[in-house]
């Protein structure tokens, strides 16, 4: 009995001692294309997972097909899981603002649709005014000689797209390379941000 207790005494006290399971968070965005933006977001230190999908909308388990339709809300969008004590709302968003037009309101690049239109999705008040903040941060950083015209919504169900739409950017280097140059995008950042645009991945 004596032996049991102490390994019952040791058995808790290493239980206490041990790290806890880190506490994450999840933000959603939408960018336009979603091939196009999770690269960044993989890179980023703090990002423990991302995943493509859908978020805007009503209606249940949207296909690919029926968002390109443009007859829903949805809009493509990446969910992100991260780890609040690497790395903050706040500075997912500065990745965010690095990967869009954010004076763009019918779409994004050459993707042009209600799907395709640029939001920070929110959940609460606290996100809401960290993304009011960082808006106006860029509004007046005069980088852009046009309104900042980016949506901030309230989060809603985000659906996972299909698999072969995860990670295209590796499934497909070379067709993903073509068409992110080709819509204008690569351009448009190296324009914007320039060598500054690395600091976020």
């Given at each position: 009995m004596k032996r049991l207790a102490s390994l019952i005494v040791v058995f808790v006290a290493s239980s206490l001692l041990a790290d806890p399971s880190p506490q994450t968070r999840t933000a959603v965005f939408a960018g336009g294309c979603f091939w196009?933006?999770?690269?960044?977001?993989?890179k980023a230190p703090g990002?423990?997972?991302?995943?493509?999908?859908?978020?805007?909308?009503?209606?249940?388990?949207?296909t690919y097909e029926l968002v390109g339709?443009?007859?829903?809300?949805?809009?493509?969008?990446?969910?992100?899981?991260?780890?609040?004590?690497?790395i903050t709302f706040d500075q997912l968003l500065d990745t965010y603002w690095r990967q869009i037009n954010p004076t763009q309101s019918d779409g994004?690049?050459?993707?042009?649709?209600?799907?395709?239109?640029a939001a920070i999705f929110v959940r609460n008040d606290e996100e809401r005014k960290i993304a009011e903040a960082s808006?106006?941060?860029?509004?007046?950083?005069?980088?852009?000689?046009?309104?900042?015209?980016?949506?901030?919504?309230?989060?809603?169900?985000?659906?996972?797209?299909?698999?072969?739409?995860q990670k295209y950017y590796?499934?497909?280097?070379?067709?993903?390379?073509?068409?992110?140059?080709?819509?204008?995008?690569?351009?448009?950042?190296k324009k914007k941000w320039g060598d500054t645009k690395s600091e976020s991945r």
């Open positions: 196009c933006i999770q690269p960044a977001f993989d990002v423990i997972k991302t995943v493509v999908g859908y978020c805007g909308g009503t209606e249940p388990n949207p339709s443009e007859k829903t809300n949805y809009r493509e969008s990446i969910e992100i899981t991260y780890d609040p004590a690497k994004q690049f050459t993707d042009i649709g209600p799907s395709y239109r808006k106006a941060k860029l509004a007046a950083s005069d980088r852009f000689d046009k309104p900042i015209v980016t949506e901030i919504l309230p989060t809603m169900k985000f659906w996972p797209a299909e698999d072969y739409h590796r499934q497909n280097p070379t067709e993903f390379e073509m068409f992110e140059v080709g819509s204008g995008r690569k351009i448009f950042e």
